[in-house]
């Protein structure tokens, strides 16, 4: 490996980590950079989850460093994306990802324009103790399946569920978020490690970048609140969501 494949992975990573921790689909600069380093999609998408393995455990540290912390409420939500993690990881390893990445961009757009309309005064807290609902449940096992599969735009998605369907505050969000994904990472980097698709070197360069970008993110976040993170959530929605519908 050449030492320029390591300076562009440690600058992409920064900007993917800080992406996805403060809103999400980081993936969708990371994974083309590795896929022009040689590697196929499979190894690509193994050798990402280095990287989001140990951006998110950068990010929980800086979280809980802020006084930002609710490890009891993150396990909770984290364990329920589990199962759908594992299988998502294993339908990964052989199949093809161009049907999700068109459905995932149609989402997106989605979840843009309902971000953008005007809608009912809503009360956003965090509250350790709050029941976690049926929609919640089913969003979290089928949020586990789609990161276990790709992992493109899963914060996003993480987010969206949290916000709406539990209403909680967008800097309460993101830190439940990197403890959630830290979690169905676990098995489905465990996969990718059992079935050989994983490019240690070019994996633990993009994991410098990506825990350096992914720290400032939860510092940020915590430092400018809801209102900065939902502009930078809304930017990176309608450019992965172009991306990913080809448009650029």
């Known amino acids: 490996m050449e030492y ?21 689909g980081g993936s969708t600069l990371t994974l083309p950079v590795l896929i022009f380093l040689g590697l196929d999609g499979a190894m690509a998408n193994g050798t990402n ?3 989001i393995f140990i951006q998110n455990v ?21 364990l ?12 990964a390893v052989g199949l093809s990802d161009e049907m999700f990445k068109i459905i995932l961009g149609i989402i997106m757009i989605g979840i843009v324009i309902s971000m953008i309309i005007p809608q009912k005064k809503m009360q956003y ?16 096992i089928g949020i586990g399946f789609y ?12 987010m969206s569920a949290l916000h709406y369907l539990m209403k909680l505050n967008l800097v309460y969000v993101n830190m439940h978020k990197v403890f ?12 990718f490690i059992y079935t050989g698709n994983i490019n240690w070197y070019l994996g633990l360069s993009l994991a410098a970048g990506n825990a350096f970008g992914g720290w400032w993110a939860a510092k940020l976040s915590v430092k400018k609140g809801e ?22």
């Open 49 to 51: 989850r280095v990287a």
């Open 147 to 158: 990161g276990g599969f790709i992992q493109v735009g899963v914060g996003i998605l993480l």
């Open 4 to 24: 320029w494949h390591i300076l562009l992975l440690f600058g992409v990573g920064c900007a993917a980590g800080f992406i996805n921790v403060m809103a999400g």
């Open 180 to 191: 959630i994904v830290f979690i169905y990472t676990i098995p489905a980097l465990g996969i």
């Open 227 to 248: 209102g900065f993170i939902k502009v930078v959530m809304i930017i990176a929605v309608v450019i992965m969501s172009l991306k990913l519908l080809g448009v650029f």
């Open 58 to 78: 950068s990010a929980i540290k800086s979280f809980k460093d802020s006084n930002y912390s609710n490890f009891k409420q993150s396990a909770k939500l984290g």
């Open 80 to 91: 329920l994306t589990l199962p759908g993690g594992i299988i998502g990881a294993w339908v």
């Open 125 to 140: 807290e965090d509250d350790p103790n709050k029941k976690i609902t049926w929609p919640v449940y089913l969003s979290m």
